[in-house]
Structure formats: C-alpha cells, structure tokens
T-cell receptor
Framework: AQSVSQHNHHVILSEAASLELGCNYS??????LFWYVQYPGQHLQLLLK??????LVKGIKGFEAEFIKSKFSFNLRKPSVQWSDTAEYFC???????????FGRGTSLIVHP | KAGVTQTPRYLIKTRGQQVTLSCSPI?????VSWYQQTPGQGLQFLFE???????NKGNFPGRFSGRQFSNSRSEMNVSTLELGDSALYLC????????????FGPGTRLTVL
C-alpha cells in the first residue's frame, strides 16, 4: 500500500527564516502530489499541487515544492516565513488515475515573531 | 459559492452510543469523502461516495458506515462508539474525477467519554 512520510513532526522557526518540509512516498508509478495547510481553527486548504510538467511547482502565499522522481520526494519550501505561516502542513500523494490521496501525518510549524 | 458544510461542529458521546455526522458538499460536486484526523496520525481515509454509491473504502471496521443522498449530501454513522473514536472527522467534496481537487469542510469534533 502507498505510504507517505513527513519526517519533521514539529518545526519551530523565527520570522524570516527559510523553511523546508520533507515529504517522501513509496509508490513507484505515476503520482499526483499535494501540499495542504490547516491554519489554527480553519479548514484544510490546498497550497499547491503537481500533476505533470515542470517539477518545480509554485503555490499560494509564496510556497513552492519540487518533485524529485528519483528520490520519491516532494519537499515544500518557502524562502522567508512569516508569523502567519504558523499552521499544520500535510503532504498527500495520489496514484495516477485514482480518486483518493494518501496523507502524511502532518508537520506542525510554529513561527515566532 | 458556498463551501463544504458539516454538522454538527462538536459532539460529545459516551462509549457504546452511536452517532451520525452530516456533510453538505459544494453545489455541483458529486463526490464526498470522509477522513478521520487525530494528532500524530494525520488524515486517515474512511470512504468515498460518488453518485450515491460507495466508490472507495479505507481500512476501518464495519462500525463506520456512510451513505450519500441524491442531492449529494452525505452522512457518516459510527455505531458502538469507543474511546479511540474521538477525533476530528473531515468531509471533502470534489467534482469526482481523478484530477479534481478536494475541498474540505471545517470538520466535526467528536469526543467519546
């Protein structure tokens, strides 16, 4: 079965620091990749997604992610975090053509002002 | 366009009771998926309904069941509640194709005492 690993469970940064959250998956075929964010008290919402094409994907709020097929990875990056980026971040992977993504366990990010 | 709504937002039940949660998808969306979210476990997929039929199912016991109505609204039922069922239950809707994005509701927080 497909598995998704998010290695950082808790990350604490100061404002303006750079962010990289790791995501690795186990499926060897075609995949669709997602990063979701859940701000405190809010709905889970899509940050960015990859289906095909340029492996460097840009999302909302200055986030980007890079798909590296050889490493089965889809790491999330932001060059300079803000206090408002404090949230839980989830990586999700869907086998190409399937309907349901598998989610990682999430990474809790706290940004100190 | 109204988002995904879930009712009730909070529930407190005791062991052995049963509970029914409701989800109203975005207008025009025919797929509704249910997830259980717990700290440290991330989102675990329960089941997905498309056009009133269960199309995908996760690895949860038979105590967890669901259904979808002709207007795409969905209900999830948990019978014989256990302490471990305490969680945030999320509903997500989509147009239903493999490349369509899922939109999440705010969730129902279930506490089992």
């Amino acid at each position: 079965a497909q598995s998704v690993s998010q290695h950082n469970h808790h990350v604490i940064l100061s404002e303006a620091a750079s962010l990289e959250l790791g995501c690795n998956y186990s499926y060897g075929g075609t995949v669709n990749l997602f990063w979701y964010v859940q701000y405190p008290g809010q709905h889970l919402q899509l940050l960015l997604k990859y289906f095909s094409g340029d492996p460097l994907v840009k999302g909302i709020k200055g986030f980007e992610a890079e798909f590296i097929k050889s490493k089965f990875s889809f790491n999330l990056r932001k060059p300079s975090v803000q206090w408002s980026d404090t949230a839980e971040y989830f990586c999700a992977v869907k086998e190409g053509g399937s309907y349901i993504p598998t989610f990682g366990r999430g990474t809790s990010l706290i940004v100190h002002p | 366009k109204a988002g995904v709504t879930q009712t009730p937002r909070y529930l407190i039940k005791t062991r052995g009771q049963q509970v029914t949660l409701s989800c109203s998808p975005i207008s025009g969306h025919r797929s509704v998926s249910w997830y259980q979210q717990t700290p440290g476990q991330g989102l675990q997929f329960l089941f997905e309904y498309f056009s009133e039929t269960q199309r995908n199912k996760g690895n949860f016991p038979g105590r967890f069941s669901g259904r979808q109505f002709s207007n795409s609204r969905s209900e999830m039922n948990v019978s014989t509640l256990e302490l471990g069922d305490s969680a945030l239950y999320l509903c997500a809707s989509s147009l239903g194709g493999p490349y369509n994005e899922q939109f999440f509701g705010p969730g129902t927080r279930l506490t089992v005492l």
